[in-house]
């Protein structure tokens, strides 16, 4: 007989559903956006010929769709770990979720069929001026405002949730603790993964702004209600939603971590005046690195340069002495449990402090004159996205689907889980090495002497290839019982 | 400049594969939280200012390198060369293509079209400095040639189809 379900319990299976389909979405988006960026290291290897048209194509594709993918996949978990006390609603998750998927749709047709390739960062004027169609314009760039709008019901459904349940956004931001005086009448303390929701929602509120302050100017042009306006204004409005976004993402897959790792350790992040004061911090100085990009376009302000360089060096400080140095802690003498969500979490730690330090030297003005849209930007981001935003993400959604003693502490798991980790850093390592050999990025054609580099970069590709296809496996068999079974149960940190 | 970052890249990639090395090696051995707790706030507590100090000095120390014309031109002295210089789609146009060794040159940049960069490379491939070319904007980039040779120009900066076919060079002499 079917155990009889409160009202509670009911919501609570309809958001693990709906997370689980999150997560599983982002995953399939990343397998096969992962399988592009393997075409385009043949191409940069010199053993594969798409042409420069296919290629720009796929770069805009694997761009845009890691970027939705992950964050699709990460917002799900985090939906999940955060609905129990903070209580999201099902239908918008649902809604939020039919919403992003029409957008992706409308990217997959405007890149492959359209021919739109501007970049995923689409810098204006380049939408409006490549030599692609319009229609693959507007159909990429109202996916795009499709994407973001499902981002921002999210936001705001988790800013609504954290507010009804702390009574107050102070509540919801852990000030009482941050400022060390008693909650506001008997409401709880947020957790550790509440408070990075709440803070990515607010912020996420600000860069979807941005975004619509970006998108509805090339609108307007589109339809010939104005000529054109300021690049320079644009580039700060489109580096303020992109760069943010992307950060974003990985603070979102960072909440994961503190719900995943302390299974296996049998310890537990505590919300903490450090924890409180990191992430307020985070509020602020998340909005600031974006300038980086924009060091030389000498036009811009030197003030704003100096913020970008100081919003580089300041960011992952709270997030390193916070995040990363508790997780050491948690798993130093914990008789931890190995498996494939620690693998995944250790070298998450890895990649995304590597990829943290390669921003501060990038995002150090001088240096990045002579760095700037080389290979080592790429580097720097594959680092804690692959490692960081998407290891933390997949670590959770192998919990998810095995928890502790299940398939993902097989021999077989643990070891495909250590091929990704040499598969990704032997990858990230090789975008390094070039971009300190200066190659250009985003260049369909690589010059004999740029080769190597690549070359080398492919057989560990075809590593993470290899690890995936087995971890997807032991995913899909799986999954019907996860999606019978309520999700595990977060590990408590307050 | 690249040798420095790439050997600063280096060093902390080593001590930090080998401290998550040491981490994960005692991971699987029994020591009460009690006692990793507190370590791991003295660890904050140090580490926290110690890393803000470093990276404080190393913000004011870069201040001296800034790529600007004004820094350069206080660096370098004042330019001699001047060089007008549009990018378009896929094309550079350079008011000249010889350069005297040794002296300040002015490169004023600009685009017709859409962003590109304009990154200069050594003889030997190395990217020696680079800025924007932006439409609507003109930015003076200012640099010295002391060694000679035929150097090349890429765009650095995507712009469709033909970005990685739009090169042109320059000699210095």
Known sequence: MAPVRTNGEQLQRSVDQAALVYLLTGFAVFLLMGLLGLAMRLQHAGWLDLGPRWFYRIMTLHGAGMVAGVLLASLGGVSAVIAPRIGLSPRLLWSAYVVYFLGSGLVVLATLVGGFAAGWTTTYPLPVRGDWPVSATWGFLFGYTLVAVAFLLWCLAVLLGARRRFGSLANALAWPVLFRR??????????????????????????????????????????????????????????????????????????????????????????????????????????????????????????????????????????????????????????????????????????????????????????????????????????????????????????????????????????????????????????????????????????????????????????LVVAFAGLLLMVVRSVPAAWRLPAIEPAADD | MQSGAAMLFLLVTVLWTAVLWWVAARAGAAAPYERVSPVIGRIRRLGTPAVVVVLGIAFVVSLAFLPYASSRAARLGEPTVHVEVTGRMWAWELSQTRIPRGQVVEFRVTAADVNHGFGVFSPDGRLVTQVQAMPGYTNRLLYRFDEPGVYTIRCLEFCATGHHLMQAQFTVE
């Open chain 1, 182 to 463: 008693p909650a506001s009448g008997e409401r709880p303390l947020p957790t550790g993964p509440e408070l990075i929701a709440t803070v990515v929602a607010l912020d996420g509120v600000i860069a979807v702004l941005a975004g619509v302050v970006y998108l509805v100017p090339i609108f307007a042009q589109l339809l010939g209600l104005v000529s054109g306006f300021d690049v320079l204004f644009a580039k700060n409005m489109l580096f303020l939603f992109g760069h943010t976004l992307v950060n974003l993402n990985i603070y979102v897959a960072v909440a994961l971590v503190y719900a995943t790792l302390g299974a296996y350790t049998g310890r537990s992040f505590k919300m903490s005046f450090p924890v409180a004061l990191a992430f307020n911090l985070v509020i602020v100085l998340v909005l600031l690195p974006y300038f980086h990009h924009l060091y030389q376009d000498f036009a811009q302000p030197l003030p704003l340069h100096l913020l970008g360089q100081f919003g580089s060096y300041a960011v992952g400080v709270p997030a390193f002495f916070v995040t990363i140095i508790g997780s050491l802690g948690l798993l130093y003498g914990s008789q931890v449990r190995w498996s494939a969500p620690v693998i995944f979490v250790l070298a998450g730690l890895w990649g995304w402090t590597i990829g943290g330090v390669a921003a501060v030297i990038d995002g150090t003005i001088a240096v990045n004159n002579v760095m700037h849209n080389t290979l080592w930007v790429p580097a720097h981001f594959h680092s804690y996205y692959l490692f960081g935003a998407a290891g933390f993400t997949w670590a959770y959604l192998f919990h998810r689907l095995s928890g502790v003693e299940g398939w993902a502490r097989s021999v077989a798991a643990r070891r495909l889980a250590w091929l990704y980790a040499i598969g990704a850093g032997g990858f990230v390592l090789a975008f390094f090495f070039s971009g300190l050999q200066s190659v250009p990025r985003r260049y369909a054609v690589h010059l004999a002497e740029w080769q190597g580099l690549a070359q080398i970069a492919v057989p560990f590709v075809l590593l």
